[in-house]
């Protein structure tokens, strides 16, 4: 089964940068889309970021120019790079991608524990 893992949350002030990292292991073949969500509490999950086969990056407009989200094939880990932090930015951040385990295998979506990211002075 893919395991995804996500690390690098943590306490930060505003304006300050922090860095997440998700690693998948696991039997993976194909790795169709890899996505950063967050969830505050009382707010619904919002998709942040997403990668897709060839390296097109999209974002929502509430981070975009300030998040950067990457892949490194080679280690099965996507990171989620967060600059000018802002208090609204304070959420646990799940990690989650679209997999297929084999050649022939379906299409499935597997999901990161989360990491607390908090922005306050």
């Known amino acids: 089964q893919v395991q995804l893992v996500e690390s690098g949350g943590g306490l930060v002030q505003p304006g300050g940068s922090l860095r997440l990292s998700c690693a998948a292991s696991?039997?993976?073949?194909?790795?169709?889309?890899s996505r950063w969500y967050r969830q505050a509490p009382g707010n619904q999950r919002e998709l942040v970021a997403s990668?897709?086969?060839?390296?097109?990056?999209n974002y929502a407009d509430s981070v975009k120019g300030r998040f950067t989200i990457s892949r490194d094939s080679a280690k099965n880990t996507v990171y989620l790079q967060m600059d000018t932090l802002k208090p609204e930015d304070t959420a646990v951040y799940f990690c989650?991608?679209?997999?297929?385990?084999?050649?022939?295998?379906?299409?499935?979506?597997?999901w990161g524990q989360g990491t607390q990211v908090a922005v306050s002075s």
């Open positions: 696991g039997r993976i073949f194909f790795t169709s889309a």
């Open positions: 989650n991608a679209a997999i297929i385990m084999r050649l022939g295998g379906a299409l499935t979506e597997y």
């Open positions: 990668i897709v086969t060839g390296g097109t990056t």
